[in-house]
């Protein structure tokens, strides 16, 4: 059980779950085009076990269950994905009406059970022929990017309740262009801050595209890490700094400031687009609310070997989750307060947070994980961030990236080989909070 009441995060604070498309979806059928996820995921090596997203959780068949869980458990909210080639196969043209369709029914059944529609645009499966023609590190995904945003406000805007643009920019550009980690698996410094600014200047494209198209309550979610010098040295103070720099300020400087920080900018210029300034204005077009994702801290030590971002992370002491990730639920109330007393006032939620765990059905380490975070969240609220909403990671199990199905998220397990989902002791921590209050 957790130890506040949900009185205490005030009316109007909205509880869901969040999962994404590729993730959970399976289903790859009925029209759906190829995704950059696809294919990495089908060549030996990148994922652990060779594990795919080719059925997943199958919730493209079994969508109704999945409602009726997050209705049962008492949330508001399901925040979700929609993937972009099963909406439109090759990334532009031609529409697939069975996927129309699924989104259809998949939004109209949350509606039936009253859950608010928290909509994501793009939670990384790019469609392949986009990523033919250079995916984030060409330009013109602004355009292919707003005509696929323009689409689902017209088709599904009017039953929506929020739409995020991008899942994790940083994730979209340094992870998967220069650390090589997640599709497409590059490893370059051009590639990587090319994708960094064009995944900003996309969002800002399709968020006034979608304006005009009469949506509101647009906004996107940031992943943050909580970046600890590993000495007092000067020089592992400058690496916290750099790696804060790549992870969050960054992204928040170009939304919320329009401008990126000059200490990065004078590592990346050589690399960026030419015309890049031109674009800080629609980077930095207001937005209607900030998700945030938070997960764990980074202690970052100073490391000359590596010349253009000379700083790696260290171990740290405390304990960690199956990821490996530090728990450290103060990192959240200072990332919070940090956010609104530097930036430009927005509203914010939290739109995932939760750790990996394989410890079976009573998962008392998820529940405390949780209950600290949820305690970090009000701490940081009391002393005035702008706190609108927090969304779990995740709904259930589900296929983790990188990690395939060796990782378990999931408030709910789901059993691989029956499809059968079970809530954990953390599901019913949730519901005992969240319980008759809608
Ligand atoms: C976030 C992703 C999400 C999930 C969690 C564990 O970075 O947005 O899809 O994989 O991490």
Same mark, same amino acid.
Request: aromatic share 12%.
């Given at each position: 059980?957790?130890?506040?009441?949900?009185?205490?995060?005030?009316?109007?604070?909205?509880?869901?779950?969040?999962?994404?498309?590729?993730?959970?979806?399976?289903?790859?059928?009925?029209?759906?085009?190829?995704?950059?996820?696809?294919?990495?995921?089908?060549?030996?090596?990148?994922?652990?076990?060779?594990?795919?997203?080719?059925?997943?959780?199958?919730?493209?068949?079994?969508?109704?269950?999945?409602?009726?869980?997050?209705?049962?458990?008492?949330?508001?909210?399901?925040?979700?994905?929609?993937?972009?080639?099963?909406?439109?196969?090759?990334?532009?043209?031609?529409?697939?009406?069975?996927?129309?369709?699924?989104?259809?029914?998949?939004?109209?059944?949350?509606?039936?059970?009253?859950?608010?529609?928290?909509?994501?645009?793009?939670?990384?499966?790019?469609?392949?022929?986009?990523?033919?023609?250079?995916?984030?590190?060409?330009?013109?995904?602004?355009?292919?990017?707003?005509?696929?945003?323009?689409?689902?406000?017209?088709?599904?805007?009017?039953?929506?309740?929020?739409?995020?643009?991008?899942?994790?920019?940083?994730?979209?550009?340094?992870?998967?262009?220069?650390?090589?980690?997640?599709?497409?698996?590059?490893?370059?410094?051009?590639?990587?801050?090319?994708?960094?600014?064009?995944?900003?200047?996309?969002?800002?494209?399709?968020?006034?595209?979608?304006?005009?198209?009469?949506?509101?309550?647009?906004?996107?979610?940031?992943?943050?890490?909580?970046?600890?010098?590993?000495?007092?040295?000067?020089?592992?103070?400058?690496?916290?700094?750099?790696?804060?720099?790549?992870?969050?300020?960054?992204?928040?400087?170009?939304?919320?400031?329009?401008?990126?920080?000059?200490?990065?900018?004078?590592?990346?210029? #050589?690399?960026? $687009?030419? %015309?890049?300034?031109? +674009?800080?204005?629609?980077? =930095?077009?207001? *937005?209607?609310?900030? !998700?945030?994702?938070?997960?764990?801290?980074?202690?970052?030590?100073?490391?000359?070997?590596?010349?253009?971002? #000379?700083?790696? $992370?260290? %171990?740290?002491?405390? +304990?960690?989750?199956?990821? =490996?990730?530090? *728990?450290?639920?103060? !990192?959240?109330?200072?990332?919070?307060?940090?956010?609104?007393?530097?930036?430009?006032?927005?509203?914010?939620?939290?739109?995932?947070?939760?750790?990996?765990?394989?410890?079976?059905?009573?998962?008392?380490?998820?529940?405390?994980?949780?209950?600290?975070?949820?305690?970090?969240?009000?701490?940081?609220?009391?002393?005035?961030?702008?706190?609108?909403?927090?969304?779990?990671?995740?709904?259930?199990?589900?296929?983790?990236?990188?990690?395939?199905?060796?990782?378990?998220?999931?408030?709910?397990?789901?059993?691989?080989?029956?499809?059968?989902?079970?809530?954990?002791?953390?599901?019913?921590?949730?519901?005992?909070?969240?319980?008759?209050?809608?």
């Amino acid at each position: 059980m957790f130890d506040m009441s949900r009185a205490e995060f005030g009316d109007g604070f909205v509880f869901g779950v969040a999962t994404a498309s590729f993730q959970i979806e399976g289903g790859q059928t009925d029209g759906r085009g190829s995704s950059i996820w696809d294919t990495f995921s089908a060549t030996p090596g990148n994922v652990k076990g060779g594990d795919t997203g080719l059925i997943a959780c199958d919730h493209y068949h079994r969508w109704p269950e999945d409602l009726d869980l997050i209705r049962d458990g008492g949330f508001d909210a399901y925040r979700f994905s929609l993937a972009w080639p099963r909406l439109i196969p090759e990334g532009t043209g031609a529409i697939n009406q069975a996927g129309v369709d699924f989104y259809d029914r998949l939004i109209d059944g949350m509606l039936e059970r009253g859950l608010k529609p928290f909509a994501t645009l793009y939670h990384w499966d790019l469609p392949s022929p986009l990523q033919d023609r250079g995916g984030w590190t060409n330009k013109d995904i602004a355009k292919w990017f707003t005509d696929y945003a323009v689409l689902v406000q017209q088709r599904f805007g009017d039953r929506l309740a929020s739409i995020a643009t991008i899942n994790e920019p940083w994730c979209v550009s340094f992870l998967s262009h220069i650390l090589g980690i997640h599709a497409p698996g590059l490893r370059d410094l051009r590639a990587g801050a090319r994708s960094m600014h064009n995944v900003l200047y996309a969002h800002g494209a399709a968020t006034e595209a979608m304006r005009a198209e009469g949506g509101s309550e647009i906004g996107i979610v940031f992943n943050y890490n909580h970046a600890v010098p590993a000495s007092e040295s000067e020089q592992d103070k400058q690496a916290a700094h750099l790696w804060d720099g790549v992870f969050n300020r960054w992204f928040l400087g170009g939304v919320l400031t329009g401008a990126y920080p000059e200490d990065l900018v004078a590592i990346l210029a #050589p690399y960026m $687009p030419e %015309d890049y300034q031109a +674009d800080m204005k629609l980077v =930095g077009t207001p *937005i209607d609310w900030l !998700g945030i994702n938070y997960y764990s801290r980074n202690i970052m030590a100073y490391d000359p070997g590596r010349p253009v971002f #000379p700083v790696k $992370p260290l %171990d740290g002491p405390l +304990d960690k989750t199956e990821m =490996g990730w530090e *728990i450290f639920p103060e !990192g959240l109330e200072k990332l919070l307060l940090r956010i609104t007393n530097d930036y430009p006032k927005v509203p914010l939620y939290v739109t995932e947070n939760g750790m990996a765990e394989i410890e079976g059905l009573d998962d008392k380490r998820r529940v405390k994980y949780y209950n600290d975070h949820l305690q970090a969240l009000l701490r940081a609220k009391r002393q005035g961030a702008d706190m609108r909403g927090y969304f779990a990671w995740s709904l259930m199990d589900n296929f983790e990236w990188a990690e395939g199905y060796t990782k378990r998220f999931g408030l709910v397990h789901v059993d691989y080989k029956t499809q059968k989902r079970t809530p954990k002791a953390s599901y019913r921590a949730f519901q005992g909070m969240l319980h008759n209050t809608r």
